[in-house]
């Protein structure tokens, strides 16, 4: 139970304020939790690999020096042959192969560690290259450069310049994908040996092409001006080879609603809302209005809002009319509030007419009315 309000008027306004702000609130007020983000994208195992081994060599850059105190080199030497392949080394190197939240390299190396231990202690002499030995040949996930899939087959255009060396194949260098070319902007075709739409042949030799950009609205042309177009792009057609851009809101090419109305852009069109004082429009505004919607009417060449309320009378006691775009509604005259189809007296809450109820001067009693969020 909630202790009784504290005399004078700014403690007591205080004090009932407090209890209306920790009133609990409604459910739409709590914070919504937020929202799943969805996981990275996993590698392709062939690079987790690659940058196991990358990190392995660095592991060797780095300990090649270890074991030397210096002064003595014949001393120095005798020991790097001995620390050079050992286990020792090999256990230095792992530890640091893979950081703390690489979760991928982590399991990889824990598959892979017997075959790395058997390459240090017995192939490095005649498999020097880590990456091949152990990526390629033994757990066959990469493929060489140019080829891809499990077969490592050549990508379009040869292993040599995949996809012409203007795009990238697609699992190239892995065990997976599917070999197709994802060219350059302005390249096209199956291994990107062509220009793509909207570009021209600018260069060509036997082992290279240029392709430069066609005049805007081309979508084919024979050069970089403006009357060297072939084909036009959608929204524009050819007219003396160039191209010129089609009116669809006069063409009747359009497809607006029947509330809108068709604004012509370059190569395309807009359908637009008509204002809301009309029913079919011809354009933006009041004043292009087909029709009048309902609750307005015509004055000159414009609709414009007819205002209910010198007319309509709101039925019940208590109540006014308030004007509105198009329509009016019937609101409780001020002071009052709607409860159960009726407008009543709006009234204070006993426990803060308790609070605000302070005794007057000169023994007379005077109420105290503050306003709060309702």
Wanted: aromatic content about 8%; overall charge negative; some cysteine.
């Amino acid at each position: 139970m909630a202790p009784w309000p504290p005399k004078g008027l700014v403690p007591a306004m205080l004090w009932g304020l407090s209890l209306f702000l920790n009133l609990p609130g409604p459910i739409w007020l709590q914070p919504s939790p937020p929202p799943q983000s969805s996981p990275p994208p996993q590698p392709h195992p062939c690079h987790t690999c690659r940058g196991l081994v990358d990190s392995f060599n660095k592991g060797l850059e780095r300990t090649i020096r270890d074991n030397f105190g210096g002064g003595n080199t014949a001393w120095e030497e005798e020991n790097l042959s001995k620390y050079k392949d050992s286990e020792t080394r090999l256990v230095e190197v792992l530890e640091g192969v893979c950081s703390k939240s690489d979760f991928e390299c982590h399991r990889l190396l824990e598959l892979s560690e017997e075959l790395v231990e058997s390459w240090w202690f017995h192939k490095q002499q005649e498999a020097p290259d880590l990456f091949q030995w152990l990526c390629s040949d033994s757990l066959k996930l990469c493929c060489p450069a140019g080829t891809f899939g499990p077969s490592c087959l050549p990508c379009p255009g040869g292993t040599e310049r995949p996809c012409g060396g203007y795009g990238q194949c697609e699992g190239e260098g892995t065990r997976g994908g599917s070999g197709h070319c994802d060219c350059q902007a302005g390249y096209g075709g199956e291994a990107c040996g062509q220009c793509g739409l909207g570009y021209f042949e600018a260069e060509r030799n036997a082992s290279h092409l240029v392709c430069s950009a066609c005049f805007g609205p081309c979508a084919r042309c024979s050069g970089p001006e403006e009357s060297n177009c072939l084909q036009c792009k959608k929204g524009w057609a050819l007219h003396h080879l160039k191209c010129v851009d089609i009116d669809e809101c006069g063409t009747e090419g359009a497809n607006c609603g029947a509330d809108q109305f068709c604004v012509n852009t370059e190569g395309s069109y807009e359908c637009r809302d008509c204002a809301k004082a009309c029913l079919g429009c011809m354009g933006a505004g009041p004043g292009r209005c087909k029709k009048c919607s309902p609750g307005y009417q015509q004055v000159g060449s414009k609709c414009l809002d007819v205002d209910e309320c010198e007319t309509e009378v709101c039925p019940g006691e208590n109540k006014q009319c308030e004007n509105t775009e198009g329509g009016y509604r019937c609101i409780c005259a001020e002071g009052y509030k709607q409860m159960e189809g009726i407008c009543v007296k709006e009234q204070i809450p006993g426990w803060l007419s308790a609070a605000l109820y302070l005794p007057g001067y000169k023994g007379n009693q005077t109420w105290h009315q503050i306003s709060l969020p309702p």
